[in-house]
Every structure is written in structure tokens, then in C-alpha cells.
T-cell receptor, first 115, second 114 residues
Framework: RKEVEQDPGPFNVPEGATVAFNCTYS??????FFWYRQDCRKEPKLLMS???SGNEDGRFTAQLNRASQYISLLIRDSKLSDSATYLC????????????????FGQGTILTVHP | DAGVIQSPRHEVTEMGQEVTLRCKPI?????LFWYRQTMMRGLELLIY????????DSGMPEDRFSAKMPNASFSTLKIQPSEPRDSAVYFC????????????FGQGTRLTVV
């Protein structure tokens, strides 16, 4: 089983639609969670961190369910510029708790927003 | 800061040749990551360094791959000998070593082995 699993999509939605992406992770020791965005032929960039209580940034809402090891991203009022690949990312400290290094990425979910 | 800097941006080489990819992390970041991205496998972590020390190299595909970080401002990923299946985009990323911190990626090196 992959450490981080996402529905690869693609999701094709019209402008203004609401779309939700889901992600599950296998390692219960994971401590930090993120959504990254990657545009075509570009590097991944942080979209938002995901906090236990859930958090919102404009049209974007992220939620975390530690019990189910599940992360979600909701995009409201989709824009053409939201078209990209969305990557679910988890991070955990090493066994000694001395490094938070290992960011593990999901395969990504492709979103296309059309007029 | 200029961000994470990778070179070269593109590399085309013949099978069997040695390839060296270079990375300069953001100043002050003490974690550095090398990732490989392909359509089939997505983003795979190859190796990561913390304070210039390799912490986890379990993602390095085989002995043909090696990575070094001689100082806090420079890292290399070497493939010797290269094979066509090594063709991918190789990303370097850096971050501060604390919880809930983002990793900043370089623009990547697009490697084609023919």
C-alpha cells in the first residue's frame, strides 16, 4: 500500500463549481500535512498546510481526520486558474524525533476547470 | 533570496554517460531533498539530508545513483552509468527542519537519456 494515496482524477469541472479532493495516508505517526499545487511543467508549490481543526484560505478549505487518516481539500467557486495538479503531502519526524524531514507526496489529482 | 537553484535545467545524454545534477538550497535551510518525478510513478523521494548528513536514502533506485552534500549550500546527485529509464524530472527542495514547515522546490532538471 502506498504511504499517501489520492484519486488521480482527472476532474473536469466548469467555472464556479465546487470540487473536493481526498487523500489517505498509511502511517499513523505522520505529524504534518499539506496540499501542494503543481502547474504543468513547473515545480510543486505549497498551497496550504492542513491543521487538525480544519482551516480555510479564501476559496480553499482543508480538513484532517486523524482517526481515519484522511485529508481533504475543497475548492469553491472554481476559477480557470485553479487548473493544476494537487498533491497531498504528509510529513513525520524520524524515530529519534530529531528531524522532520521526510515529505511523502501522493500521486496528485489533476483538475481542469473549463469555461 | 533566489530560492532553490538547480542546474542544469535540461540535460540530454547518451546511455552509459555520467550525469551530475546540482542544487543550491535556500540559505538557512538545513534539510535538503532530492525527488524524481515521472508520469508513471509521480514524485518519489530519493534521498534527504539534514545538516548535510544523509538521513534516508532508501529511495535511491540502485547503486548507479549517489548523492552528496559537502556543505550547507551545495548538493549533487550523480547517475553513473545513466540509462534511458532514468529519464525524468529531478527536483531538489529545501526546508527548515521543524514541524509543519513547507519545502521549497527548485525548478527541476529535465533529464533525457537516449
Amino acid at each position: 500500500r502506498k504511504e499517501v494515496e489520492q484519486d488521480p482524477g482527472p476532474f473536469n469541472v466548469p467555472e464556479g463549481a465546487t470540487v473536493a479532493f481526498n487523500c489517505t495516508y498509511s502511517n499513523s505517526a505522520s505529524q504534518s500535512f499539506f496540499w501542494y499545487r503543481q502547474d504543468c511543467r513547473k515545480e510543486p508549490k505549497l498551497l496550504m498546510s492542513v491543521y487538525s481543526s480544519g482551516n480555510e484560505d479564501g476559496r480553499f478549505t482543508a480538513q484532517l481526520n486523524r482517526a481515519s487518516q484522511y485529508i481533504s481539500l475543497l475548492i469553491r467557486d472554481s476559477k480557470l486558474s485553479d487548473s493544476a495538479t494537487y498533491l497531498c503531502v504528509v510529513n513525520k519526524a524520524n524515530a529519534g524525533g530529531t528531524s522532520y524531514g521526510k515529505l511523502t507526496f501522493g500521486q496528485g489529482t489533476i483538475l481542469t476547470v473549463h469555461p | 533570496d533566489a530560492g532553490v537553484i538547480q542546474s542544469p535545467r535540461h540535460e540530454v545524454t547518451e546511455m552509459g554517460q555520467e550525469v551530475t545534477l546540482r542544487c543550491k538550497p535556500i540559505s538557512g535551510h538545513n534539510s535538503l531533498f532530492w525527488y524524481r518525478q515521472t508520469m508513471m510513478r509521480g514524485l518519489e523521494l530519493l534521498i534527504y539530508f539534514n545538516n548535510n548528513v544523509p538521513i534516508d536514502d532508501s529511495g535511491m533506485p540502485e547503486d548507479r545513483f549517489s548523492a552528496k552534500m559537502p556543505n550547507a549550500s551545495f548538493s549533487t546527485l550523480k547517475i553513473q552509468p545513466s540509462e534511458p529509464r532514468d529519464s525524468a524530472v529531478y527536483f531538489c527542495a529545501s526546508s527548515e527542519d521543524r514541524g509543519n514547515t513547507e519545502a521549497f522546490f527548485g525548478q527541476g532538471t529535465r533529464l533525457t537519456v537516449v
